[in-house]
């Protein structure tokens, strides 16, 4: 059985590696290939499932890119899905962006046809879009954020629905 830590837990065990001498980028490697790991497992290491990661703005979405580029190197057939552009000095969006995988930007899809698509193609969704960062007291969820969560909860009613991997926070 997965053990399962709160948000404030998640957050002490973070604080105490960095403390510890681990920095957050090599946290954020560990987190994106223990994802990757799940996921490929749920695609039954199969290159023809494909996996989707669904890529937030923050580090969450950073651990997201990881695992992307991870299951890329285990073979899996990977798309991603940006809710928001990452800046060019991105070390994890710098490295995906170098193995040629197909990349959509939810501001360059306003219906979600892409999306949709990509949901529809899926068999494991990676949702790597909020992370132990996000406060849902203090802001709602709303704009593309709350279109790609309500659409990806969606999928749930398929004849098969895709296996969804959350990191951090589902």
Same mark, same amino acid.
């Given at each position: 059985m997965a053990k399962l830590a709160t948000t404030a837990q998640m957050r002490t065990l973070e604080q105490a590696a960095v403390e510890a001498g681990t920095s957050e980028r090599e946290l954020m490697r560990r987190a994106g290939v223990a994802v990757a790991q799940e996921a490929w497992n749920a695609a039954s290491k199969n290159p023809a499932n494909v996996c989707l990661v669904l890529v937030g703005s923050g580090n969450n979405? $950073?651990?997201g890119l990881v695992a992307a580029g991870h299951l890329r190197s285990l073979g899996a057939s990977v798309e &991603?899905?940006?809710l928001r $552009?990452?800046?060019?000095?991105?070390?994890?969006w710098a490295a995906v962006r170098n193995d040629s995988i197909l990349t959509r930007l939810a501001d360059d899809d306003p219906t979600r046809s892409h999306l949709d698509g990509a949901l529809g193609r899926a068999r494991v969704v990676v949702d790597a879009i909020l992370g132990i960062g996000f406060d849902p007291n203090a802001r709602p969820i709303e704009g593309a954020t709350a279109d790609v969560l309500a659409r &990806?909860?969606?999928?749930?009613h398929r004849s098969v629905p895709p296996r969804i991997v959350a990191v951090d926070v589902p």
């Open positions: 979405g $950073g651990d &991603l899905y940006l $552009g990452r800046p060019d000095d991105d070390a994890e &990806l909860a969606l999928t749930r």
